[in-house]
């Protein structure tokens, strides 16, 4: 059980991130900021990110590492919902920053969890294995968001949407 929790964990929160990498910049635009702008944003949360993998990894050496990856998908997952909804500035820097310390924060603890549960033995294997969903996913995922946002106008639904599966795997991870 442990293994399909995980993997589904990882993947409620990579299709975010690869939606994201691609819808980001264009949500921005939408809304009325300008590309450099955008990439200021884009910059902010992967400036965030950097520190919070250190961060993160520090103190999931310290504490049982599912409730630290269950506050950094909580906290990356709030960061779509705010993105979802803004509208202004703030609301998009604060998105940069929850986000950026949820992506970064949960990127090398999903990995070593695995390794913390299943040992070394296997552990390509295992990662392999537990991240073919997510890759398959990720794929139709920013197809989807830009399929919503041709037929809507907007990217609040599929944002949301991602957000909720977020939510939903931060719940699992405990």
Do not use: C
């Not at 979802?84 to 820097?93: F, I, L």
């Not at 990662?127 to 197809?143: E, K, N, R, Y």
């Not at 968001?145 to 405990?174: H, K, N, Q, R």
């Amino acid at each position: 059980p442990v293994f399909y929790i995980i993997t589904v964990a990882h993947l409620s929160s990579s299709v975010s991130a690869v939606t994201l990498a691609l819808h980001l910049v264009p949500k921005l635009t939408d809304i009325g900021f300008s590309l450099g702008t955008a990439g200021i944003v884009v910059l902010v949360y992967t400036a965030i990110a950097l520190p919070a993998q250190f961060t993160a990894g520090y103190i999931a050496d310290r504490l049982p590492k599912p409730p630290v990856i269950f506050v950094l998908l909580i906290l990356q997952s709030t960061g779509i919902i705010v993105l979802a909804w803004a509208g202004n500035a703030p609301m998009v820097y604060l998105f940069a920053i929850l986000y950026g310390i949820g992506f970064g924060g949960r990127l090398p603890l999903l990995t070593a969890i695995r390794g913390e549960y299943f040992g070394r033995k296997a552990f390509a294997t295992i990662m392999g294995i537990s991240q073919f969903p997510s890759s398959l996913l990720m794929v139709g995922a920013p197809l989807f968001a830009g399929y919503m946002f041709d037929t809507t106008g907007s990217y609040t639904v599929p944002f949301a949407m991602f957000a909720t599966l977020g939510f939903s795997g931060a719940i699992l991870m405990l």
